[in-house]
T-cell receptor, first 111, second 115 residues
Framework: RKEVEQDPGPFNVPEGATVAFNCTYS??????FFWYRQDCRKEPKLLMS???SGNEDGRFTAQLNRASQYISLLIRDSKLSDSATYLC????????????FGQGTTLQVKP | NAGVMQNPRHLVRRRGQEARLRCSPM?????VYWYRQLPEEGLKFMVY????????ESGMPKERFSAEFPKEGPSILRIQQVVRGDSAAYFC?????????????FGPGTRLLVL
């Protein structure tokens, strides 16, 4: 079983749509969770951290369910510029801070 | 404030040659991580270094791969006797302290192609 699993997609949605991505992780001791965005296999860029209480940043909402070891990202009112690969990332419980990446979910927003 | 820099951005090698990838962390950052992204896959952790020390190399292949982060100069990821399976994007990330909640900032990556 992979440490972090995502549906690779692709998700093809029209502009203005709401889309949700899911992710599961295997290590129950994991402490920190993130969503990164990667455009055309350029470097990953941090989109947002994910907290147990859930958090929102504009059109983006992230949720964490520790009991189910499940992380989600909701994008409302999709824009063409949201087209990218979204990476679910978990920081290992060790003190080295290394990140474990899912394989990514590809989103294509169409006009 | 320059971000993480990596060079070269693209590197072509023939099988059996050596590849040297360089990473200069952000100013003030003394912790460097190397990740590899194979085609159609997610990023995989390779090695974590502080200045002059390898802290965690659990993700690095035991043979042909080595990494260093000297007191002066960039971090170097070295691949000896490259094979076609080494073709990938290699990303370096840096952080100020290496632990806790601080963000890792990624460089633009080096795309290695082995012919």
């Amino acid at each position: 079983r992979k440490e972090v699993e995502q549906d690779p997609g692709p998700f093809n949605v029209p502009e203005g749509a709401t889309v949700a991505f899911n992710c599961t992780y295997s290590n129950s001791a994991s402490q920190s969770f993130f969503w990164y965005r990667q455009d055309c296999r350029k470097e990953p860029k941090l989109l947002m951290s994910v907290y147990s209480s859930g958090n929102e940043d504009g059109r983006f909402t992230a949720q964490l369910n520790r009991a189910s070891q499940y992380i989600s990202l909701l994008i409302r009112d999709s824009k063409l510029s949201d087209s990218a690969t979204y990476l679910c990332v978990v920081k290992t419980p060790s003190n080295t801070g290394k990140l474990i990446f899912g394989q990514g979910t590809t989103l294509q927003v169409k006009p | 404030n320059a971000g993480v820099m990596q060079n070269p951005r693209h590197l072509v090698r023939r099988r059996g040659q050596e590849a040297r990838l360089r990473c200069s962390p952000m100013k003030g950052h003394s912790h460097v991580y190397w990740y590899r992204q194979l085609p159609e896959e997610g990023l995989k952790f390779m090695v974590y270094l502080q200045k002059e020390n390898i802290i965690d190399e659990s993700g690095m292949p035991k043979e042909r791969f080595s990494a260093e982060f000297p007191k002066e100069g960039p971090s170097i990821l070295r691949i000896q006797q490259v094979v076609r399976g080494d073709s990938a994007a290699y990303f370096c990330a840096s952080s100020p302290y290496g632990q806790g909640q601080e963000t890792q900032y990624f460089g633009p990556g080096t795309r290695l192609l082995v012919l």
